[in-house]
């Protein structure tokens, strides 16, 4: 059996579970991989929230998708929770710092949850450190990166 590869969305390519292009590519990518799950939080689902809301979507059109979608992630069994290990993380289990406090909860995940990949757009704050994440065995991939490499 393949190892879990555990896979954090910035709130931007959360889009794709909406059936947003390009980003729906990048879901369906998750979906199809046996071995990939996908790592949200409390934290994380705001971020997600807001997301869905800057991008004119309305919550009453929206949810009802995404609440399917996580069934569907749940009775696949390619949905984790990072909220208890965040919990007990301590300050300095977070080895790469990002400056956009709107960032972190995506960060805190995906070291308390051991993920394999950072799926973002967001250059300053996460492309520009991918050397640094690698040093943790996190990959730090463009939706361009994780459709064609994963």
Do not use: C
């Not at 939080?41 to 979507?57: G, L, P, T, V, W």
């Not at 070291?111 to 990959?139: C, G, N, P």
């Amino acid at each position: 059996m393949q190892k879990e590869e555990r896979v954090v969305f910035d709130a931007y390519i959360f889009k794709g579970i909406l059936g947003v292009e390009p980003y729906d590519k990048v879901y369906s990518k998750m979906l199809r991989k046996k071995n990939h799950a996908l790592v949200v939080s409390a934290e994380i689902m705001d971020k997600y929230s807001k997301a869905i809301a800057k991008n004119n979507f309305s919550p009453k059109s929206a949810w009802p998708i995404v609440d399917k979608e996580f069934q569907k992630l749940e009775t696949m069994q390619k949905l984790r929770w990072a909220d208890e290990r965040i919990e007990k993380m301590k300050e300095n289990d977070v080895k790469v710092e990002i400056e956009d406090r709107d960032d972190i909860p995506f960060v805190k995940a995906a070291f308390a949850m051991k993920a394999r990949y950072i799926v973002t757009q967001d250059r300053r704050h996460f492309l520009s450190k991918k050397s640094e994440f690698r040093k943790y065995q996190i990959e730090v991939l463009t939706p361009e990166e994780y459709v064609k490499d994963s």
